[in-house]
């Protein structure tokens, strides 16, 4: 496999809540946080470290006992950080999108999300996305109000439908994928896809190399107007990669 990561405060923010975690070659996850003085850093950096803590009950599971054990995790993790938000008024209101993907070492990908952070799946130069953004746009998209295009530009399309730690229960969504290899697969904040569109995404995963590629996309990105944190994993996958025992 080859990874790939990028982070970055953009043109316009101050500091940088987005939160990476790589745990190779089996976890990869993003949070991208919200929230006053510097609680949207806190929520989405508690976030990924209560998925880390509760990784190895992952292993061995497939099918249906992984799909419930990753949105037992996402509840987990939701309450972790509404409990925090609750413990004092500077973290009043915090919250994070989570958005990741497990490999199971059996050829499947288990991709899950809350929020609007997105996972895509690049295969034969196609650029497929696997989550659905949990926003109010979206929604409008999915019932034919708006069209893409006019999504891409509205200007509450940044308003969050359910967030990590928002309320003190969450409903999260859980993808499985087959996994092939010389598939790419990208986890990203909104930072980067309220700015490129995705046919320019697709351009810019195929570059052979995986750091070049990842270069690319936060060179464009920030030359795009940079108006939030921009972080992304880049993850092109082997044979390797997709016959991995899943640890």
Same mark, same amino acid.
């Given at each position: 496999?080859?990874?790939?990561a990028?982070?970055?405060k953009?043109?316009?923010?101050i ?6 975690l ?9 949070a991208?946080g919200?929230?006053g003085y ?5 929520a989405?950096?508690l ?7 509760e990784?190895?009950? &992952? ?6 006992? &992984?799909?419930?054990k990753?949105y ?5 993790v ?6 925090k ?7 009043e ?10 490999f199971?070492?059996?050829?499947k990908?288990y991709v899950f999300?809350v ?7 690049l295969?034969q130069?196609q650029?497929?996305q ?6 109010l746009?979206?929604?409008?998209v ?5 069209t ?6 509205h200007p509450q399309?940044n308003?969050?439908?359910r ?10 969504d ?8 010389d ?8 930072g980067?896809?309220?700015?490129l ?9 195929q570059?052979e190399?995986?750091?070049d590629?990842a270069?690319?996309?936060?060179s464009?990105?920030l030359?795009k107007?940079?108006r939030?944190n921009?972080s ?16």
């Amino acid at each position: 496999m080859s990874v790939a990561a990028r982070t970055h405060k953009g043109r316009v923010r101050i500091n940088n809540e987005d939160s990476l975690l790589l745990e190779r070659p089996f976890l990869f996850a993003i949070a991208d946080g919200m929230g006053g003085y510097n609680a949207g850093e806190v929520a989405s950096k508690l976030a990924l470290e209560k998925l880390k803590a509760e990784k190895d009950d &992952l292993y061995g599971k497939n099918g249906f006992a &992984l799909v419930s054990k990753l949105y037992q995790i996402m509840r987990d993790v939701n309450v972790e950080v509404y409990k925090k938000a609750q413990s004092e008024y500077t973290f009043e209101g915090m919250g994070t999108t989570l958005s990741g993907i497990y490999f199971n070492g059996k050829g499947k990908g288990y991709v899950f999300n809350v929020g609007d952070s997105r996972v895509y799946l690049l295969r034969q130069k196609q650029l497929k996305q696997i989550t659905r953004d949990h926003s109010l746009v979206a929604e409008m998209v999915e019932n034919g109000e708006l069209t893409q295009e006019e999504a891409f530009n509205h200007p509450q399309k940044n308003m969050l439908t359910r967030g990590i730690g928002v309320n003190k229960n969450v409903d999260g969504d859980v993808f499985v994928i087959d996994i092939y290899t010389d598939d790419t697969i990208l986890l990203c904040s909104d930072g980067l896809t309220d700015m490129l569109h995705d046919n320019e995404i697709a351009e810019y995963l195929q570059k052979e190399d995986t750091e070049d590629a990842a270069d690319a996309l936060l060179s464009a990105s920030l030359e795009k107007g940079g108006r939030d944190n921009i972080s992304f994993i880049i993850l092109k996958l082997d044979r390797k990669e997709v016959e991995h025992d899943g640890r």
